[in-house]
Structures are given as structure tokens and as C-alpha cells.
């Protein structure tokens, strides 16, 4: 049989999944993991402090809980999507994502959602400053996401008003939280929070005295599940 004859084959036996979601899968791979997926916008530097924060929240998640979550970071630099490969365990993807040596670019969210319909998020993380979408594109493909259960999460870093109220929008439209963090310092604080919570939503984890931001993270992620029950 040809290569070509095989993969027909396959095709109809697993079903089809287009990027503009018109045709969708009627299979779902087994999967016991989480997917978190975790933008990121702004400058470069923004894009190492995060995967700093990200190495320590999987440190702490893999020693409680083996490799139930994976996680990737994606970047908007030199004008394209940079993407790690997705880490089950601590250092992979942030190592990874260290090596971008690039220029911050204009964001590219609603091409950015588009791809990651089909890699079956569980939770999708915007941090940074920047939101240079359509808005109407960036909510059509938020929509589809939140079709597939996925919520959006986004952590505004700086000052600007415009991004931040889209920022807001898009985590309201899916159900997700929206934060205003005091500054990039902040994101280390909230990360291992926000991904103790993400592994396991039926439990908002502790947070020791003193982490105003991890405070304010907690109150709204409790409240979060309480208004939205019906999303996994």
C-alpha cells in the first residue's frame, strides 16, 4: 500500500479538525494530563522572568504530583509566534524559551488561538502588556476556545489602559480571571499560585502571610469557581 493510500486511510478513521473549526475531530486521544499553555507579550526580558516563575511553580508541581501537567510558553518576537515544545517536567520548556534572543513584535493573539484549538488546552495564560489584535478576531477564536472548555487567564503587567481593558475582556468572555499585577516582579509570586490551582480546580491552594499579589490571586480565583461550576 502507498504512503499516500495509508495516511487517506487514517484520516477517515480518526475524523478531521480544520483551523477555522468548521470541521471538527469526532476522536479524542486518550489524555491524562493537563495543557496549559502561557503567552507571552512585551519585551523579551518579560519572557524570562516568566519562565523563571515557571521552572519553580513545575518544581513544586512535579513533587507533588509527578507529571500531570504540561505547560509550553509562547512568545510574540520578530514579528512571528515563537513556541516551546510542550515540558511535562521542570526546566525543558523554559530553557527553551530563554534561547529567544529577538525583538518584541506586535501580537498575533487571534492567529495565536487558532493554532492552539487543536492541541487540546486545558487553560490558556496571557502575561504582558501588549494587545495589538482586532479585538473582534481575537474574541471569535476566544469563543471556540471556551467551546472546548478552555478558560483564559490574563495577568496585565504595565500601564496601559487600551491593553488592559482587552486583556479583561478576553478573560471575561471565557470565564477566566483577569489581574493587574504591580509589576513584572509580581509574576513569581502568582505563577506557582496560579498553576497549583490549574492542576487541580477543585482546590485553591495556601498562601503564606505577606504575598499581597498571591492574596489578591486567591480571592479571585475562589471566587472564580464559584461563579463559573459548570467549566472542568
Given at each position: 500500500?502507498?504512503?499516500?493510500?495509508?495516511?487517506?486511510?487514517?484520516?477517515?478513521?480518526?475524523?478531521?479538525?480544520?483551523?477555522?473549526?468548521?470541521?471538527?475531530?469526532d476522536?479524542?486521544?486518550?489524555?491524562?494530563?493537563?495543557?496549559?499553555?502561557?503567552m507571552?507579550?512585551?519585551?523579551?526580558?518579560?519572557?524570562?522572568?516568566?519562565?523563571?516563575a515557571?521552572?519553580?511553580?513545575?518544581?513544586?508541581?512535579?513533587?507533588?504530583?509527578?507529571?500531570?501537567?504540561e505547560?509550553?510558553?509562547?512568545?510574540?518576537?520578530?514579528?512571528?509566534?515563537?513556541?516551546?515544545?510542550?515540558?511535562?517536567?521542570?526546566?525543558?520548556?523554559?530553557?527553551?524559551?530563554?534561547?529567544?534572543?529577538?525583538?518584541?513584535?506586535?501580537?498575533?493573539?487571534?492567529?495565536?488561538?487558532?493554532?492552539?484549538?487543536?492541541?487540546?488546552?486545558?487553560?490558556?495564560?496571557?502575561?504582558?502588556?501588549?494587545?495589538?489584535?482586532?479585538?473582534?478576531?481575537?474574541?471569535?477564536?476566544?469563543?471556540?476556545?471556551?467551546?472546548?472548555?478552555?478558560?483564559?487567564?490574563?495577568?496585565?503587567?504595565?500601564?496601559?489602559?487600551?491593553?488592559?481593558?482587552?486583556?479583561?475582556?478576553?478573560?471575561?468572555?471565557?470565564?477566566?480571571?483577569?489581574?493587574?499585577?504591580?509589576?513584572?516582579?509580581?509574576?513569581?509570586?502568582v505563577?506557582?499560585?496560579?498553576?497549583?490551582?490549574l492542576?487541580?480546580?477543585?482546590?485553591?491552594?495556601?498562601?503564606?502571610?505577606?504575598?499581597?499579589?498571591?492574596?489578591?490571586?486567591?480571592?479571585?480565583?475562589?471566587?472564580?469557581?464559584?461563579?463559573?461550576?459548570?467549566?472542568?
Amino acid at each position: 500500500m502507498k504512503l499516500k493510500d495509508l495516511l487517506q486511510k487514517m484520516r477517515a478513521a480518526l475524523g478531521s479538525f480544520t483551523r477555522d473549526g468548521e470541521a471538527v475531530a469526532d476522536w479524542e486521544p486518550f489524555k491524562t494530563r493537563r495543557r496549559v499553555e502561557i503567552m507571552v507579550t512585551g519585551d523579551p526580558s518579560r519572557v524570562g522572568a516568566v519562565a523563571d516563575a515557571m521552572d519553580e511553580a513545575q518544581k513544586q508541581l512535579f513533587a507533588g504530583n509527578g507529571d500531570a501537567i504540561e505547560l509550553r510558553i509562547t512568545g510574540f518576537l520578530d514579528n512571528c509566534i515563537h513556541r516551546s515544545r510542550w515540558s511535562k517536567k521542570p526546566f525543558k520548556a523554559a530553557a527553551q524559551a530563554r534561547r529567544w534572543q529577538c525583538e518584541q513584535a506586535k501580537t498575533r493573539f487571534a492567529d495565536a488561538f487558532a493554532d492552539s484549538r487543536g492541541e487540546m488546552l486545558d487553560d490558556l495564560v496571557i502575561i504582558g502588556d501588549r494587545f495589538d489584535d482586532r479585538m473582534e478576531d481575537a474574541l471569535r477564536q476566544v469563543e471556540h476556545l471556551k467551546e472546548q472548555g478552555v478558560r483564559v487567564h490574563c495577568f496585565h503587567t504595565g500601564k496601559d489602559l487600551s491593553s488592559q481593558e482587552a486583556y479583561e475582556k478576553l478573560a471575561t468572555e471565557s470565564g477566566g480571571v483577569f489581574m493587574r499585577l504591580e509589576g513584572q516582579s509580581s509574576i513569581a509570586e502568582v505563577m506557582p499560585i496560579l498553576m497549583a490551582h490549574l492542576n487541580d480546580r477543585d482546590k485553591v491552594p495556601a498562601v503564606e502571610a505577606g504575598g499581597n499579589e498571591a492574596q489578591k490571586l486567591k480571592r479571585l480565583l475562589t471566587q472564580d469557581d464559584e461563579e463559573n461550576p459548570e467549566l472542568p
